[in-house]
């Protein structure tokens, strides 16, 4: 782990770029435009050319839930912006090899089976059954 300005490409000097670097970026993107989250992915293809980069996203309308239902806690919560309308086009705008696509709840819902409230296994069904939000591995070369 490395402290530093996500979009301020300095920390990457902290790095060995030869080596291959796996970059994950959990519950990050979705607070950045499209155009900051595509400048972060074309610097990183810059400076490491043996990369890939995870990173949860949602589409659109998953987008429009979150939030309506963030902004139910206040007026001054962090609006979300970032999303992914069809990985093989954001993969293809991006200049990268789309490696993986993984529904976001999938582990959980395993992990978790009948432990959970009935409302929110089906939520999660429906936002994995509906592809509103997943966990994308793009390689960077």
Known sequence: LISGEMFDIKWTQN???NLPTIFVANG????FTHEQILDLIANL???FTNSQLIFDATTKFGIKCANFYVGRFGKDM???E???RNANEFATLCKCKLIGKTPFFATAR???KNKTKLSTR???AF???FDLAFILRLNLK
Not at 28 to 31: D, I, K, L, P, R
């Open 127 to 129: 936002v994995d059954n």
């Open 82 to 84: 970032f999303f992914v």
């Open 28 to 31: 990050v993107f979705m607070y």
């Open 122 to 124: 089906l939520t999660m």
């Open 45 to 47: 293809k810059a400076n």
């Open 15 to 17: 790095l060995d770029k």
């Open 110 to 112: 395993k992990m978790l």
């Open 78 to 80: 962090a609006k979300m």
